[in-house]
């Protein structure tokens, strides 16, 4: 074959875009997204089917777990052991599934986090859980499929008793879309299927309350309002605020530590006490003294506060704020449907998608049975037509050189019957055999009937799924040890009834801040120094003396304010960190004005284009990295001046050296917007503005006072040009620094 018969032109754009949708549709259908209908992703069908083919059932033996991952990956699963054996290991653990499916025997990991031993080292076997989930596969419960090489067959879905996808949640990673289910309590999701089986069209509410909500194997309490809890499951995305349990214990002499029993799900707990080990070496927990982990089978973590004094409730609370003591787990329901199609379903789709699926597998039974049933009842019926001639039979048979279509003919047999006959032992041409036979003859004509009604009758078909739901209840039910709801909820916490202030010790600090934007804070109140070294082309701008508990405010030249934790900022070794990493001001902005945040004060804020207005210094703090959009600027203006309020008058220089003073009462407090004009301007802008008690007179950027008498020919209206500033007056323009 020539070269150019198998080389073609392909656009580049056309190739990737092709193998890139074969690649999502594999990792989507194959890997990430677990089926609605079992809750089972292929990797973890596969490992049942193959424990269940190794009878690997509940009362066996356990076998090494390396047969188990080679079986799986010779004959089902064409990935690596690794990735095979990772995926059993998560099945065996307590801690992992609400429900496990495989019962470990060896170190299949813990809570710290720690990994499995090698699986040559491990043996397991299946659940009871698994085998319900398994139950029906012998009798056409699902379809088959070949395996990857085409030697042999897997079930596409397990017939699934078990609701796997809710009882054990689900999670995963797939291309342009991802899974996150929660555990629940298998009695509640039971509970929810018996009514929905009687009330097809039972509202979301009606079912929630059945399924309260989320049961972690860790436990915990869900701090999540119900009606958050209810938004989620109605649209199958949202999240739930998980807390640790916990417990005070006295102590001799009015001591007392904290004893936390459960942790969050999927916390490992070495990082969670390392995490709060560091804080505690941070001084970020000022109430904390020490933590210990005593913990044996059961979780026994100790916090130690630093005196009795502390309010436990408060300690906990910076707890929980700081460390993954509290997290969220987020919900996400996107399955795959019956149809393979990946979509995000409601808690209500996914009980109805099981319901579906549960009908059509006792359907596909019942079916499967009767073809047995009648099998066996060919039979029967030719065994009862020749017991009664067994003389002629076995004449027949002695005679003929051909006795089968003989009796068929003598006795109007099918070949059937006619074949079991002539395989029929001698011993068995008694009177007691003829009586046994009828009597299962009977047994299954009763059955036979039975099933044929169930086949046709929905009710019957709901009677046995509700019988079913029921037996589940009992063997896993909330009075059996494995049933017992273990995570509880609790009201959701008011955020504020505990000041954020009572979370930080408080400590003298320096905040300085270079004139390229890079910020540290330095322990205690230090005065300027040469000492203090920046960066080469880099000097120091601000300089502003605080508290950690302090809030500081940034304002920019594009009219935002920020505010950052005095807390949060970086330490005093080394140059800092830039202001731009910690909130979001552009690299084309600057820093107008740098302080620390006074509640109840007043500031007033100015443009270049000498307009401004007063401003409630507790309605410039931003909540969000992104700052808060207080004064607006046009393109060609920047946000020049910040400073308090003190005084009655107002003062304001321009680049054209002329100033104007009036009074404070003509400049309005708004909580944004450009303000109105404070001075008028022929050629260029403002450069600064102060307020002042007339009274006192007036400091400029030398520090010289001003008294009333030299500021008389200066002061007018709002709004007006001014006049030029008296001789003497710095060359900067600028008045006395404030912050």
Avoid at 90 to 106: E, N, V
Avoid at 381 to 394: C, M, P
Wanted: net charge neutral.
């Amino acid at each position: 074959m020539a070269l150019e018969d198998i080389v073609r032109d392909v656009d580049l754009k056309d190739a990737l875009g092709e193998r890139y949708l074969a690649y999502a549709l594999s990792t989507i259908m194959q890997r990430a997204l677990p089926d609605v209908r079992d809750g089972l992703k292929p990797v973890h069908r596969r490992l049942l089917f193959a424990m269940q083919r190794l009878r690997l059932d509940p009362n066996s033996s356990f076998k090494k777990c390396a047969r188990v991952v080679g079986d799986v990956m010779g004959q089902f699963h064409p990935h690596g052991d690794q990735s095979i054996y990772d995926a059993l290991v998560r099945l065996a653990q307590s801690f992992s599934l609400r429900y496990p499916l495989i019962d470990g025997q060896g170190n299949f990991g813990n809570i710290d986090g720690d990994n499995a031993a090698a699986m040559r080292y491990t043996e397991s076997r299946l659940t009871a859980v698994a085998e319900i989930l398994l139950d029906g596969l012998d009798d056409d419960g699902a379809d088959y499929r070949l395996t990857y090489n085409g030697e042999d067959k897997e079930p596409v879905i397990l017939p699934g008793g078990f609701p796997n996808l809710l009882a054990n949640g689900a999670a995963g990673i797939a291309v342009g879309m991802a899974t996150n289910i929660p555990p629940h309590n298998l009695d509640e999701i039971a509970q929810a299927l018996i009514h929905l089986v009687g009330a097809p069209n039972a509202r979301e509410d009606t079912l929630l309350q059945y399924i309260k909500g989320p049961d972690f194997p860790t436990g915990g309490i869900v701090v999540e309002p119900a009606e958050s809890i209810a938004e989620a499951y109605r649209t199958g995305k949202g999240g739930f605020r998980v807390r640790a349990r916990w417990q005070k214990e006295e102590g001799a002499r009015g001591t007392w530590v904290i004893v936390v029993t459960e942790i969050p799900y999927q916390v490992q707990k070495s990082k969670l006490i390392e995490k709060i080990a560091e804080l505690i070496g941070e001084k970020k927990l000022p109430f904390l003294d020490d933590v210990r982990d005593e913990s044996a089978e059961d979780i026994r973590l100790l916090l130690i506060p630093k005196n009795r004094n502390i309010e436990p409730e408060i300690m906990m609370e910076q707890l929980f704020r700081s460390t993954d003591l509290e997290t969220r787990f987020p919900l996400n329901m996107t399955v795959l449907d019956a149809n393979q199609t990946p979509r995000v379903m409601s808690l209500k789709q996914t009980l109805i998608a099981f319901l579906e699926h549960q009908r059509g597998v006792l359907i596909r039974r019942a079916s499967h049975r009767l073809a047995k049933i009648a099998d066996r009842l060919e039979l029967l019926e030719g065994y009862l037509a020749v017991f009664l001639n067994i003389d002629k039979v076995i004449k027949i048979i002695r005679e003929s050189d051909e006795p089968k279509p003989e009796l068929m003919k003598a006795f109007k047999l099918t070949d059937n019957q006619a074949e079991a006959i002539l395989n029929m032992r001698l011993r068995s041409l008694r009177r007691l055999e003829e009586i046994e036979i009828r009597g299962e003859h009977k047994a299954l004509t009763a059955e036979q009937k039975e099933l044929r009604a169930l086949v046709k009758s929905e009710d019957l078909q709901n009677d046995r799924l509700k019988a079913s739901f029921q037996d589940l209840r009992a063997k896993f039910g909330a009075k059996t040890l494995l049933g017992k709801r273990r995570s509880t909820f609790s009201g959701a916490p008011e955020m504020d009834d505990v000041p954020l202030d009572s979370l930080v010790e408080k400590e003298p600090i320096t905040v300085i801040c270079s004139d390229k934007g890079w910020i540290r804070a330095m322990k205690g109140h230090i005065e300027p120094s040469d000492d203090i070294k920046f960066k080469e082309g880099d000097k120091g701008r601000y300089w502003v003396k605080a508290q950690t508990t302090d809030k500081l405010l940034i304002f920019a030249t594009d009219g935002r304010f920020f505010t950052l934790d005095c807390s949060a900022l970086p330490g005093g070794r080394g140059n800092g960190e830039p202001v731009r990493l910690m909130c979001d001001l552009e690299n084309d902005k600057d820093i107008v004005a740098l302080f620390v945040h006074q509640p109840g004060r007043q500031l007033l804020v100015a443009s270049t284009s000498g307009r401004g207005f007063r401003v409630a210094e507790d309605e410039v703090i931003a909540q969000k990295k992104g700052g808060r959009q207080v004064m607006g600027v046009d393109p060609l203006e920047e946000a020049k001046v910040c400073t308090p309020v003190e005084g009655d008058h107002v003062a304001l220089i321009g680049e054209n050296r002329k100033m104007v003073i009036f009074k404070l009462d003509e400049v309005p407090e708004l909580n944004k917007g450009k303000g109105v004009s404070l001075q008028k301007y022929k050629d260029g802008g403002l450069i600064d503005a102060a307020t002042f008690k007339m009274a006192e007179g007036l400091r400029d950027y030398n520090g010289r006072t001003w008294e009333k008498a030299d500021l008389k020919d200066y002061v007018g209206g709002r709004a007006q040009a001014g006049r030029l500033v008296p001789k003497g007056w710095p060359k900067n323009g600028k008045f006395a620094v404030v912050f």
